[in-house]
């Protein structure tokens, strides 16, 4: 009994340095992800001027989250875990839920593109597969137009692919020819 304990004993002191190296490198991680996320920030609200401010938060969290993800992976590694079957589950997982939401990822990756180049903006009547009415609001998901009889949510998708015509614009000058 007595040789066991000290075979676990000696097993956890050759452990230790690997896992205080592990939890540095993921500390590391977690400040470098702090100081993309400011950075990324910036970088996309000047590229906006300061317009997309649901475009600079997301790009923010995903630069954030990778390398919070990276770091984890990174320090499982040098723990001594074997990550390459925990890589491959995670792709199999992002193919998989890919897959299952290219809808809403395509209208979430169209609200951005809407966000940033701004081809129509709230108060101007525009009308888009169908649907007219003037834009209430623009968010990363659906883009809300609003006629006198009704309100309708079109996926930002929808706006992406097909032809927008713009038949007021409201409190801009027109568009010169």
């Known amino acids: 009994m007595i040789t066991h304990a000290r075979a676990l004993w000696d097993q956890a002191v050759g452990l230790a340095p690997r896992l205080v190296l592990a939890l540095a490198i993921f500390a590391v991680f977690v400040l470098l992800a702090k100081a993309v996320r400011a950075l990324v920030k910036r970088f996309v609200d000047r590229m906006t001027h300061g317009s997309a401010s649901e475009v600079v938060r997301l790009a923010a969290s995903a630069a954030e989250i990778s390398l919070i993800f990276a770091g984890i992976i990174t320090a499982l590694g040098m723990a001594g875990v074997n990550v390459s079957a925990l890589l491959a589950a995670l792709g199999l997982t992002g193919f998989a839920l890919g897959f299952a939401l290219k809808d809403a990822l395509s209208s979430l990756l169209a609200g951005c593109l809407i966000l940033i180049y701004r081809p129509f903006r709230r108060g101007d009547r525009i009308s888009v597969a169908g649907c007219e009415g003037s ?34 614009r409201q409190n801009r000058p027109p568009v010169p020819s």
């Open 135 to 168: 834009v209430a609001d623009i968010n990363l998901r659906y883009t809300t137009l609003e006629s006198d009889e009704r309100q309708m949510l079109v996926p930002n998708a929808v706006l992406y692919t097909n032809t927008i015509s713009i038949i007021r």
